[in-house]
């Protein structure tokens, strides 16, 4: 009997049904998530399953509904809302930074925001500035959002339903180029094998997606697939690289990531987001304050260099980290 | 309709509660403020943002509200909240920082949240104006007659989220009633500079609800419209707006030198107040007799000595406590 291979979209919209299935609280609001399923498809058949009630398409007024969806959750709902790019959540950020993050905290505990906010993030097909970025380190840095990002139809969707079921606001980032579109690139890795029963893969659990023992490369979403596709170049050369893949940055599994640096002695960090005050800067201080003295050699870090991420096809190879540039990091780690 | 008499004194009860208590808050603010003014001085440190001279507007629209429907409320809110039933102990002990307070001390003065009340507030301002519409989905959705409210200022009728939220609202049509308290002022703008229409009430029309205008000094009238406007979102038939006309009569926030506001200005709007004129009323239609009032306000007061000594003689909360209630 073989396993079914599902892409992550697929992987998604199946949590996000299985789980509307099961709990009554649950719904759906978004631009688009209706009929048309989800411009990244991650509703896809949703709406006619549940019907308008349940899968609400919105207008396009996301201070509104995210703003609504925070409301729905103080009324004993679990709202999952999208917002279609991440890039957009300008439109709403009061509403995450200062009420979906905060209300919980603010009321001493007495009130759950179970909201989950699902957003498309990444670059590499040309959308420019304004609809490729990634902000899940701006994001971690809010006090009270769990932030998850997967990298594989499977992760995808064990992830979702725990985000589901999860009391507390969840961001859920999913990578564009990883939901397995026809119309993007095709990664292999985007059609996988998924169960369809439900699962559930808890949050702050790192997924060690190769071992090695020369250099630990962490990562997360697409950088992941990068990563790796560095680390089989790299083997070729006699250099053996583990892959973790955080999965979630907030709660964040640590030890995976320094048992890691003690075994490897070698860290590059891949982030997809900006460089500056981000992912790849909080996992070197973390592996210099808890395993400095293991380190052989200075960590690195390949992420987006501090600019906007730009259209042209040259100009968007050269920001956004590719296979080529971690080889080469990785080559002078162990040089 | 008629009005019954225990509802029209329970009216003059709160709007004197939230006056009496606003009036202690103020006492006690200044206490520690002078005669040099640091705003971390205890006992009540921080910002004020009190609500005297628009008492009639909570309680008017409140006296129709049950504990589990919804209520968003802004940063001027200590009314809102004892108009829709709070805790003055609690209250005022989250004032105080206390650990005894509302929210353990974590919220403060702009920052109220009580779980039985379905009560919220918070100083962004026109944030809460989706909150209730999303709370007024969620009834929906569950099959409910709750109806949500949403308090906001004539400052925030300008940001967009009230704009999104009144369209949101009248879509799905939902339980929810947004109640614009125009003090004529966005701290120090005044309302023709900042404001397209003379009245937000005219903005309802572009979202196909009804909007009405009120004297929001006349608690009567606060209710009566209000009463109209909740059931009829009771009844499922769908959101309103109503701008109650008011006034603050103190600052943005205390210690704010108002100078934005026209000489007399304060003197012809306290002609107006709406709780020496209701209790006069009261007591001219043989509603309540001069002794009646005596003791409510006797009674009234004695609530608001008790909530300052609880708050007082309250503990603090253990410095740790702050890194608590992030995560469930």
Redesign the interface.
């Known amino acids: 009997m073989g396993e079914r291979i599902i892409s992550m979209y697929e992987a998604i919209a199946e949590a996000i049904a299985q789980e509307m299935e099961r709990d009554p609280r649950v719904f759906v609001m978004g631009e688009d998530v209706g009929f048309y399923g989800g411009i990244f498809g991650a509703t896809t058949g949703l709406w006619k399953k549940f019907g308008d009630e349940r899968v609400r398409d919105t207008p396009i007024s996301e201070m509104g509904f995210v703003g609504a969806a925070v409301g729905a959750a103080l009324e004993g709902m679990r709202p999952i809302v999208e917002v279609m790019f991440v890039d957009f959540t300008g439109a709403c950020f009061d509403q995450i930074l200062n009420h979906m993050s905060k209300i919980q905290y603010m009321s001493g505990g007495q009130l759950k925001v179970p909201v989950v906010l699902m957003t498309a993030i990444g670059g590499g097909y040309n959308d420019a500035a304004q609809h490729s970025q990634c902000l899940y380190g701006l994001f971690a840095h809010l006090p009270g959002l769990k932030i998850v990002i997967p990298s594989t139809p499977y992760d995808a969707k064990g992830l979702m339903i725990q985000a589901i079921r999860d009391d507390n606001p969840v961001m859920y980032f999913f990578h564009k180029g990883l939901m397995g579109l026809p119309w993007m690139t095709i990664i292999e890795a985007t059609w996988a094998p998924v169960p369809e029963e439900p699962y559930t893969i808890p949050f702050g659990v790192a997924d060690i997606k190769r071992e090695g023992k020369d250099v630990t490369i962490v990562a997360v979403a697409m950088m992941v697939h990068r990563a790796l596709e560095a680390a089989q170049k790299l083997e070729k050369e006699g250099i053996s690289v583990e892959v973790i893949d955080l999965r979630t940055l907030v709660p964040l599994d640590k030890e995976a990531i320094i048992n890691s640096v003690k075994k490897t002695h070698r860290l590059l960090v891949v982030d997809e987001d900006y460089l500056s005050y981000g992912m790849s800067g909080e996992i070197v201080a973390i592996v210099a304050e808890n395993a400095l003295e293991y380190l052989d050699a200075p960590p690195k870090r390949v992420a987006v260099p501090d600019v906007p991420i730009p259209y042209s096809n040259t100009l968007e190879d050269f920001v956004i980290p590719s296979a080529d540039r971690i080889a080469q990091a990785v080559r002078e780690l162990v040089g | 309709m008629p009005v019954s008499k225990e509802t029209l004194i329970e009216l003059y009860r709160t709007m004197l509660k939230i006056r009496l208590f606003e009036e202690r808050v103020a006492e006690i603010y200044w206490e520690g403020k002078s005669p040099v003014f640091n705003i971390a001085a205890d006992p009540i440190p921080g910002e004020m943002h009190l609500y005297i001279g628009e008492e009639a507007v909570a309680t008017g629209v409140c006296a129709h509200l049950r504990p589990d429907d919804?209520v968003?409320g802004t940063h001027r809110s200590h009314g809102h909240y004892i108009a829709k039933g709070g805790d003055l102990k609690k209250l005022m002990a989250e004032l105080f920082g206390k650990k005894t307070?509302?929210?353990?001390?974590?919220?403060g003065h702009m920052?109220l949240?009580?779980?039985n009340l379905?009560f919220?507030c918070?100083?962004?301002i026109g944030?809460g104006?989706?909150?209730?519409?999303?709370?007024?989905?969620?009834?929906k959705?569950?099959g409910k007659d709750n109806v949500?409210v949403s308090f906001f200022g004539d400052g925030a009728a300008n940001i967009?989220?009230f704009h999104?939220?009144l369209?949101?609202a009248a879509?799905?049509k939902l339980p929810v009633v947004f109640i614009v308290e125009d003090n004529l002022y966005a701290i120090s703008v005044p309302k023709s500079k900042s404001t397209a229409v003379k009245s937000n009430a005219e903005r309802a029309a572009a979202y196909g609800m009804p909007g009405v205008l009120v004297d929001g000094m006349d608690v009567m009238a606060v209710y009566e419209a209000a009463g109209e406007a909740l059931a009829r979102a009771r009844r499922g038939e769908g959101p309103s707006l109503i701008e109650c006309l008011c006034y603050r009569y103190k600052g943005h926030f205390e210690g704010d030198p108002q100078l934005y506001k026209p000489e007399g200005e304060e003197e012809e709007w306290r002609k107006k107040d709406p709780i020496p004129n209701f209790r006069a009323k009261l007591i001219k239609e043989g509603i309540l007799t001069e002794e009646e009032a005596a003791k409510i306000q006797a009674e009234v007061k004695a609530l608001v000595d008790e909530a300052e000594k609880f708050a007082r003689e309250s503990p603090w909360p253990e410095p740790e406590e702050a890194l608590?209630?992030?995560?469930?």
């Open positions: 919804m968003a307070g509302l929210c353990q001390g974590k919220g920052h949240f009580d779980a379905h919220g918070g100083g962004i944030a104006i989706p909150h209730a519409v999303g709370a007024a989905l969620a009834f959705m569950q949500a967009g989220a999104e939220s369209n949101l879509i799905w608590k209630h992030v995560f469930l």
